[in-house]
Every structure is written in C-alpha cells, then in structure tokens.
C-alpha cells in the first residue's frame, strides 16, 4: 500500500535536497483549522521523519492507520512520537525540526490487520491503528467517530469532503513521481466521494475537477464529513493508499463499519 509510513522515510530522504515547501496535493494550508490533526514522527539512526498522519479523537487517543504502527522495528525505527504543531520542518530538509513539540504514548494496532498476501484479508485488512498518549493534550474540539455506517448514507452526489495530512505534496498535475515535493507543514483540501464498497470508500483527488488530495507521509489522516461551511469535525475514513503519482483516487478505510467500531470502542466511546 503506497502510503505506508516506511515508504514515506524512504522518499524524505531521496528529496532532502529537493527544497519542496509543501504538503498535501493540490491544496492549501491549513492555517490552524484542524490543530487535532496530527503528525506520526518516527526516528531511524537519529533522524527524525515525518511518518503518517492522524487525528486526535479524545485527549489521548490519536487515529491512525494500521500500516502505520506496523513492522516498525524491521525497517529500523528507534522511536515513535505524535506532534500537533502547524509547521514541522521549517527549514524544508526532510527532518523534523528540534523544537517542534513530541508527545510520547504506545501504539495499538487492529489485530486483524495484515495485507493481502501475508495472512491479510484482501477484501478488509482492518487497516486501523491508534496510538495512545502518555499524557493528554487539552483542545478546544477534538475529531468525532461517526455513527454506525454513515457513509452509507450519504449522497455522493452533492456531498463535499475535506482531508488534511502532513505527507508530500505536488501542485503540478502535468508530469509524475518528479514534480514531488516535501511535506513541511499540515495541509487540507476538499474532495468528491467517487464509490463505497465494503470497508473502503475512494475519494476523487483530480485536480482537472477541483478535488485534491493525499500522498506519501498522509496515511492514517483524516477524511471528515463536509466542506467549507458545511465542514464537520467527523472523521468518516482514514486515507490507506491511491494512485502511484497522488493525482487520481484517493482510497481509504473506513472507521464506521461493525469492524472498525470494534476495535476503536477499546480505545474511545463510539457513538
């Protein structure tokens, strides 16, 4: 899956000399709307990267995706932290910057998760993750769980989406993989929801329709009911993978399923 954390530390570092000053693609900054939108940092060799993303659904629960909080130790990292700050890499070289402030707590992975081939379930790999925190962190709102299956009832039609991450970024939609630029700061753009099936539902992120979208370094992010002034703070999905070049679909694993809403209602009430 395309988004996963390791992948993300993997291309930070191939673009440490890119100087890219942006995030999620096709989008904006997110200028402090969604401050419980956060960053997973991860530490290898003593470099701290941005890793994945999540939201913070109670004081100490921090959503996130299963791929994210796995097989960490195998690909070498030392350390895992959540940051809420806006700005993460002030200085555009693929690091984490010293200051920003690292919260400590233990991950949680769905123990049904696996991916397809490896004793996963192709049709549901209960991509879902938390990381609890050692100590809560007061705000004045914090991301909702929906109501047992929602997506179901929306019409994709006319409904609007909003997704924020920390993960790469282009704003060129005419070539590839090159125009990939590094994720610095938290990010948000709005979205078309294109089809549901089972436990996934898939966003449109084709900026030749408006939508943007997601990339490297945003799995485990939110994707929250409504735009603009119609924007709500519910995390319907967490974003799991997409298209190669972060220009086309946006696929994510939905968190109002029975499964899903298993395992969450561990962590944080469930409505």
């Known amino acids: 899956m395309r988004k996963a954390g390791f992948l ?41 990267f941005q890793g ?11 959503l996130t995706a299963g791929h994210c909080l796995t097989g960490l130790e195998e690909f070498g990292v030392t350390g895992a932290w959540v940051t809420f700050d806006e700005v993460i890499d002030a200085d555009a070289d693929g690091l984490v910057d010293p200051g920003v ?10 123990p049904d998760w696996g991916f397809p081939g490896a004793g996963g379930n192709a049709a549901d790999p209960h991509d879902l993750a938390v990381f609890v925190l050692n100590a809560p962190v007061a705000m004045a709102a914090y991301g909702q769980l929906p109501a047992a299956g929602l997506v179901d009832r929306i ?19 005419t070539r590839g993989g090159q125009t990939f630029e590094l994720g610095t700061r938290r990010k948000m753009a709005t979205q078309e929801l294109l089809s549901v099936s089972g436990p996934w539902a898939t966003f449109s992120m084709n900026p ?11 799995s485990g992010g939110p994707h ?28 994510t694993y939905r968190v109002d399923t029975p499964q ?8 944080v009430a469930v409505p």
């Open 52 to 62: 994945c993303s999540g939201t913070l659904v109670s004081p100490t629960v921090f």
């Open 155 to 173: 019409d994709k039609r006319t409904a609007r989406f909003t997704t924020v991450g920390y993960g790469t970024v282009r704003n060129d939609k």
């Open 208 to 218: 030749s329709t408006g939508n943007g979208g997601t990339c490297f370094g945003d």
């Open 260 to 267: 899903a809403r298993a395992f969450l209602d561990d962590f």
């Open 224 to 251: 929250f009911l409504g735009a603009g002034a119609s924007e709500t703070r519910i995390v319907l999905a967490v974003t799991v993978t997409g298209d190669r070049f972060c220009r086309a679909t946006d696929k």
């Open 8 to 48: 993300a530390l993997a291309l930070a570092a191939a673009l440490l000399a890119a100087g890219g000053i942006h995030a999620i693609t096709f989008g904006e900054n997110d200028n402090g709307r969604h401050p419980f939108v956060g960053s997973l940092v991860l530490e290898i060799d003593g470099d701290r």
């Open 101 to 110: 402030t690292l919260r400590t707590g233990t991950g949680h992975v769905d």
